[in-house]
């Protein structure tokens, strides 16, 4: 890390806390809670992901606050719970509303004393970590490394930010193997994995009937149907796939791309658009899309584990994705997994799965079997409250031989 960001990165910390004790004063009278969530995105795979989560949490007994962005899916997924909702207003991208954002969120942190706080994402461990900075269990879990995200000397700030945050988290959690393996080479930390589940009662296998009767909900015809689901955003690498759609219709031409989301680039997304490809917005059923689709396909440019991958598998449908981390763990060789940003390779795993209809009804039944084996969420809820579990008894005094004590959350 180089001094400059050594000295800015103590500055914040500082001024943090000198505005935090400034706007809060004394502390409040504890109130007994067990787990905080922070998710700085407001939409996207992270809020499906953490709301899944909270809904196992509580239904466990545990008290259980989400700070969020308001007005986005979180909130929307979460209301009718039990969960306490605080409005934490977060940009996107880190800049100098950091120290305001992390001021707030250790306001909410002093309000809800929780015992453990789960960061989500990059943005949401970037403040987190400046507001808590190790005064209470920390858990941060990525969902894709910020420094895939950037080049040149931003990259080199992120991974040193990466090395000097990592004293303030208890344990940092991986969504896929590939996405600690590829931080563990960058920087150490207390590394833990537990693999992205899916509610497999919500996204079920479907069958030709399914697949017709949701064909008829959404208005579309008999065509071959390639879907892709995701914020419409550099990340998502929806221009290579219209960059490669026209081969894909030289090959079918009768087929049909459907673009499921909104972000900032749909404008510069509509104006390379060819025949055969629509833009639906964002949509509140993601799952009738995949069970209308004939292939899924998700051309990122980085992931930690799609979640959208996981829930086509769920579905039981074929899938065309990248080799972003936690694609060939996922898929295991029952799709395609192409290079990253390589149009030609892109092209042919589509059109080969729209011309051999078999091939695409084996691998989205295997799919569905590899998301009822590896990827069930109850799994995953249960290695996160494992994992609070050990953090939380390594922070406490040691118990006397024989009586390790159960946290209380």
């Not at 899916?198 to 996204?203: R, S």
């Not at 979640?307 to 972003?324: H, K, N, P, Q, Y």
């Not at 998301?371 to 008894?393: K, M, N, P, Q």
Request: some cysteine.
């Amino acid at each position: 890390m180089t001094p400059t960001l050594v000295e800015e990165l103590n500055a914040a910390v500082a001024e943090v806390a000198e505005r935090g004790r400034a706007f809060w004063g004394a502390p409040a009278a504890p109130v007994e809670r067990a787990v905080l969530h922070v998710a700085a995105p407001p939409d996207g795979g992270v809020p499906r992901y953490v709301a899944n989560l909270v809904r196992d949490q509580l239904e466990r007994g545990w008290c259980v606050g989400v700070a969020s962005p308001p007005g986005g899916d979180l909130e929307r997924l979460l209301e009718g719970t039990d969960a306490e909702l605080f409005p934490w207003t977060a940009r996107r991208a880190p800049g100098p509303s950091i120290v305001s954002e992390a001021v707030r969120l250790s306001g909410i942190v002093r309000e809800l004393d929780p015992e453990v706080v789960h960061l989500h994402s990059a943005k949401a461990g970037l403040v987190g970590r400046l507001a808590v900075r190790g005064s209470r269990a920390t858990v941060f879990t990525p969902h894709a490394w910020s420094f895939e995200a950037v080049d040149g000397a931003m990259r080199s700030a992120t991974i040193a930010w990466e090395r000097y945050a990592s004293r303030w988290a208890d344990a940092v959690v991986c969504v896929s193997e590939a996405e600690r393996q590829r931080g563990a080479e960058t920087f150490d930390a207390p590394w833990r994995v537990a693999l992205t589940g899916v509610d497999l009662n919500a996204f079920t296998e479907c069958t030709e009937d399914d697949r017709f009767a949701a064909r008829r909900r959404l208005g579309l015809n008999g065509a071959p149907l390639a879907v892709c689901v995701g914020r419409l955003c550099e990340q998502k690498g929806q221009d290579v796939l219209l960059r490669a759609w026209g081969s894909v219709v030289e090959r079918v031409p009768d087929a049909e791309l459907v673009l499921v989301g909104d972000g900032p680039n749909r404008a510069d997304l509509e104006a390379i658009a060819g025949p055969g490809v629509s833009l639906v917005g964002a949509r509140d059923d993601v799952a009738d899309w995949l069970t209308a689709a004939d292939v899924v396909t998700q051309p990122s440019r980085w992931e930690g584990m799609s979640m959208v991958m996981l829930e086509s598998m769920a579905c039981g449908r074929s899938l065309v994705v990248t080799d972003v981390d936690g694609a060939r763990e996922a898929i295991d060789g029952n799709g395609a997994v192409v290079p990253i940003g390589d149009t030609l390779a892109l092209a042919d795993a589509l059109a080969e799965r729209f011309l051999d209809p078999a091939l695409t009804a084996t691998e989205g039944r295997e799919a569905r079997r590899r998301a009822e084996t590896f990827h069930e969420f109850g799994s995953t809820a249960e290695a996160i409250a494992d994992i609070y579990g050990d953090v939380l008894r390594s922070r406490s005094a040691p118990a006397p031989a024989g009586e390790l004590a159960a946290p209380v959350i």
